[in-house]
């Protein structure tokens, strides 16, 4: 018997990776950090054939507030793309935001909520939203593909406009449930 490999159900109706890429576009986002992750594959592509967006894969998600830090101090805008299972790796990092007032956005798939599979997922998905909001982060849900766009629009407005640190949470009910199918 070949070994379980995940699969996602992505949800369906409008395309709210694409609202999100062109949201970041409007916004002067000159730079994407990420860990790999399903959830944001299709983004990551889209910035990935973008030569004015420069992506940068990273080994650790504490990694991309630093990156996004340093893009401001050198004039760009920055966004982190991570999985929840990765935010708990950035809570020290957080008090660099807080510290230096750095601006900063982050799109953060959701595990542990919406049919989960895995267990492991589960504490650090109930934990996500406090840990940033104890952090002095402002937290958005995304919960609907048709509000992405918008979402993603006022998230950059508020965190690049005003030096404020953001997350947005995109639920996992968006991104599908993943599941474990025999390879054959």
Same mark, same amino acid.
């Given at each position: ?59 650790? &998600?504490?990694?991309?507030? $630093? ?10 805008? *920055? =966004? #982190?793309?991570? !999985? ?65 766009? &918008?979402?993603?629009?006022? $998230? ?10 953001? *997350? =947005? #949470?995109?639920? !996992? ?12």
């Amino acid at each position: 018997m070949a070994a379980a490999a995940p699969t996602d159900t992505p949800s369906t109706g409008p395309d709210w990776p694409l609202a999100i890429y062109e949201a970041l576009k409007s916004a002067d986002v000159r730079q994407l950090c990420y860990v790999p992750d399903a959830g944001h594959a299709r983004l990551i592509r889209l910035t990935h054939d973008d030569p004015a967006i420069a992506t940068t894969v990273l080994t650790t &998600e504490e990694e991309g507030v $630093a990156l996004g830090a340093g893009a401001w101090l050198g004039g760009q805008r *920055a =966004v #982190l793309l991570m !999985q929840s299972s990765g935010v708990g790796n950035c809570v020290n990092m957080f008090s660099l935001l807080a510290s230096c007032r750095f601006p900063f956005l982050t799109f953060v798939t959701m595990r542990g909520e919406w049919a989960e599979f895995n267990p492991w997922q589960v504490p650090m998905g109930k934990a996500t939203q406090s840990a940033f909001e104890i952090m002095g982060v402002t937290v958005f849900r995304m919960e609907r593909p048709e509000d992405a766009g &918008e979402i993603a629009a006022a $998230a950059a407005t508020l965190a690049f406009d005003s030096d404020q640190p953001i *997350a =947005v #949470l995109i639920s !996992q009910r968006m991104i599908g449930a993943k599941k474990w199918t025999e390879n054959k």
